[in-house]
């Protein structure tokens, strides 16, 4: 028996010796990130796919006998503020997310004469809007020639300081829950003088947020947890009402907004009052 074991044993250690080893080859090793076809190094450790593979949810079926009360509220967006700081990020701030796609036809965007999302705009109108065209005089620097150039001028994200969003505030019997939906988002252009002094905002256009649902699940947003392997899109912000934003107007009979009727001080506190009147409709409604 012991004889039959060293035998084996033998027989073994020759089999091994004589199967070639392979060592690793680190050139040879494939990762995620080392793709050969690729046109440019890829600037991570692997390719980003989940947001692009993310699909969105559509929005619970609603009846109308179900919606016991609603409201039409109107916010501002100011980007300036801490927590709002991811819109304007340079890499790829909000405002270029939405011209793009409507430039590109991904999204109708509608005329802000009101908006009730009546007047679509065209592509081109939209990129007409987007770049304003001067004349520039020139010198030709061989025959110092007058010449009349026109020049596009493309606006900068950073004249795009703020955004209004509509929304719909609604309770919902059959949850018996205060639920919100977010109807419209329109950019905010600032309008300055000659000498480079702010005049004014002017309203862009209005994009119907559910239409744009799809093309913002697919566009990251700069992470404030700290984790960038935690992937979050401007879906994900705005369904989680992860920004801040102030009351400038809500459905009224003359359609006015808070700026119409108050000033300084008592609009902020006029829009406060709106708020908690929504909070505590839905708290007073509870018996114990």
């Known amino acids: 028996m012991r004889l039959a074991l060293k035998l084996l044993s033998i027989c073994l250690l020759l089999f091994c010796a004589a ?5 690793q080859d680190p050139t040879g090793i494939m990762t995620e990130a080392s793709d050969p076809d690729a046109e440019r190094p890829l600037d991570d450790i692997v390719e980003s ?3 692009f ?3 969105v949810l559509p929005y619970e079926p609603l009846r109308e006998a179900d919606i016991f009360w609603k409201k039409r509220i109107w916010r501002v967006i100011d980007t300036r503020e801490k927590m709002n700081l991811p819109f304007a990020y340079p890499e790829r701030p909000f405002f270029e997310i ?17 908006d009730k999302f ?7 109108e939209v990129a007409s809007k987007g770049a304003s065209v001067d004349t520039v005089i020139t010198f030709d620097p061989e025959t110092y020639e007058e010449q009349i150039e026109v020049v596009r001028n493309d606006i900068n994200y950073e004249d795009v300081k703020r955004f209004r969003i509509k929304e719909m505030w609604y309770f919902d019997e059959e949850s018996s829950v205060m639920k919100v939906r977010i109807l419209g988002v ?13 005049k004014y905002e002017l309203p ?10 799809e093309i913002l699940a697919r566009e990251p947003v700069f992470n404030f947890a700290g984790n960038d392997a935690s992937p979050t899109t401007w879906e994900d912000l705005f369904e989680m009402r992860f920004f801040s934003s102030y009351i400038y107007k809500e459905s009224n009979v003359k359609n006015e907004r808070l700026q119409d009727y108050l000033s300084g001080v008592d609009i902020l506190l006029e829009a406060d009052k709106i708020k908690s009147e929504i909070f505590n409709f839905e708290h007073d409604l509870w018996s114990y």
């Open 118 to 124: 009546e007047n679509p705009l065209t592509p081109e």
């Open 49 to 51: 796919k989940i947001n």
């Open 98 to 114: 939405l011209m793009e796609a409507a430039v590109n036809g991904d999204i109708t965007v509608y005329s802000t004469e009101n």
């Open 186 to 198: 329109a950019p905010l252009l600032d309008v300055n003088d000659e000498n480079g002094n702010w």
């Open 53 to 55: 593979e993310k699909r």
């Open 204 to 213: 862009m256009f209005w994009a119907y947020y559910p239409d744009c649902r």
């Open 19 to 23: 199967v070639p080893t392979f060592a």
